[in-house]
């Protein structure tokens, strides 16, 4: 796993006006640095969206938030555990991974991480060249060279855990792993004939495809025994999920695919006021983020904690207790 670019933090936090080295410059004023994705994903625009808010809104208590560039949800945590963030965007499955030392960490836990809230589903999207679609299902990537996310997304082992039940007698899909700028860039020249993403719908990215591609390019579906097919290890993380007609430009069927939750996580030593003020933030200002992406329309006080497997953080616990939410005693611990 990278370790987030040094460099480009420094220039990040520079042009925020945020100080640069350490968490906290004083007890009247906190900077907070928050893991999100990479450019034309949902993780980065949300992210963005978020600490802007926070900013705004938490300038007064000396709270303000910057939202880095990453390749996702597995960088992102190892940016939780060598304290290169504070708060991250990640995926169910793999903080659960990190926090108990199995799966992708296994033998090596991250005791640090602690959960905020629930955040949307995140949406695998499989996009093919118009030209090559024949059943409309998995199977068409045979033989084709798919762009997939950066290898620290956590996307690449979600697509090929996925696939592990395609069973069409060749199984020669040729994945090449890439920015989601690279990888659409890859798919206008003719580089790739597939692409693969992962994000709250609608995912800008996909969007702009659509846009300019028009018929180009189409969306394939993942069949029920293809969801069924996936590790049961795993399985209780992973579900159904349909893109609705007219997500997306020229969107005229439902998408049959699947998603996981993603979660809004944080550093254990992240002050339990700051955690607070966050969460509260962020529950308080719902209608105004819908307006920066429509995913956080998913977002809501009643589902904030279902199904989270690492412990809460002890700022969100005291924001849910307000709230008279009944936390589980394994999110206490």
Known sequence: MHKLPTLFLLVLLIAFGFPAGGHTESAARISVLMATGMPGSTYYQAGLGMASLWTTRLRDIGIRVSA?????SIENIDAIRIADADIILVENLFSSMAYTGTGLFKGRPITELRSVT???PNVLH???RSDKVSTGALLDLDDL????ELPDSGNRFLTEMLLKGLKSGKNKIKFRPMSNFAAAEALRKGHVQALDVIGGPPIPLVTALFNELKTGIAFLNVTDAQVEAINSDYKWSIFRQIIPVGTYPGQNKPINTVAQMSSLCAAASLDSQVVYSLTKSLYE???HLVKVHPSFRHISIEKAIDGLAVPLHK???RYYKERKIKIPEHLTQ
């Open 145 to 148: 060279t798919t762009a997939i």
């Open 285 to 287: 200002n719902l209608e």
């Open 315 to 317: 700022g969100a616990i």
């Open 118 to 120: 629930n955040l949307w």
């Open 68 to 72: 880095a560039i990453s390749e996702g």
């Open 126 to 128: 499989f996009m093919i």
